[in-house]
């Protein structure tokens, strides 16, 4: 089933969704493939296809998506459930997901929006409808972790403000009094000297991370990641 | 309307304008449904005969779902109706319901054809 579901159909169609996979989750198979076939169609996506939750769930598990289109009403697990445990590993930001529901399955809308859902459609499905939410979702989607990279910076941008003005002071005075040493002989003084210029190059290097666009991060102890510098 | 004066059992302007763009598909996703029908109509049978409701319920739910892509009122009404019943495993004599149900499905099936048959004709 699992070799089944992974089924790509790819057309260029809309600006910037190009590459973006969306998982159709449906049962019945007539309504999967025509959802598939539309939305490969009218949109620039890369479409997996799930037939129940828990292939859903085991799709998501090796597999980068980015937004799902789940039927609410399946057998065995129902959407909602599915739903739940989704949202325990992805938030919407991080996986849109919208459910798809008959008309008659409005009030389940309400418990799926609560548990997590970001938005439904009702069958049948009106395809522009669901191509017009698809792409606003994952735009959303995409904004929201734009947003993120700029509040990261932005709060990284504050703290290099603050350290070069913390510790470029006394670094200085550290520096002048080195230079007022009257025997610049001897490991201490080398030592010394050698420290005091390793940490104006460190607050060199801290000082072009305001002109990156984004950071990488390297281990540094076991809870805690430290930021990647260039190297000379 | 449809044939000997009958109105149609799907709404075409509506099914249409949905696959407006993509037209193609729509004759695909007819053709699909008329190979899937027979299938369809007959996992319905097997679960009223051997009186499984919860399977029943999923088949006329699965029914429902495909005919109301074609805006075939007549026959989701009657899938919903079968749906409805198995989910309370009570109500109208399921046979009743069935024989509506095939012969509003048999109208869809006439006029599905049509409908294929003037696209091949134009």
Redesign the interface.
Known sequence: MLGKGLKYFSYGKVSGMMGKVILVVEDNEFDRNLLVQVLSKKGGFQLLEASSGEECLEIIRNKKIDLVLMDIMMPGVFGDLILTKIREQYNPIQLPIIMVTSKIEVLDVVDCLQRGANDYITKPVQFDVAMSRVTTHLMLSDLSHEMSKMKEMAALDGLIATYNHEINNPLLIAMSCLSLIPNKEGEIFEKLRGALWRIADIVKKIKELANQKEVEYSQYAEDSMMIKLKKN | MGVHGRVSSFDRDLFMR?????ED?AY??AQ??LS?LPGMILAIEIKISSREFDGLQ?AA??L???V??F?AEPARQMA?KLEQIAHQQEGEPIEEILVQLKSELLCLEKDLNIFLMERSAA
């Open positions: 949905n696959f407006h763009g993509i598909l695909e996703a699909s449904f899937l999923i739910h699965a429902k779902g495909a109301s892509n805006y919903w």
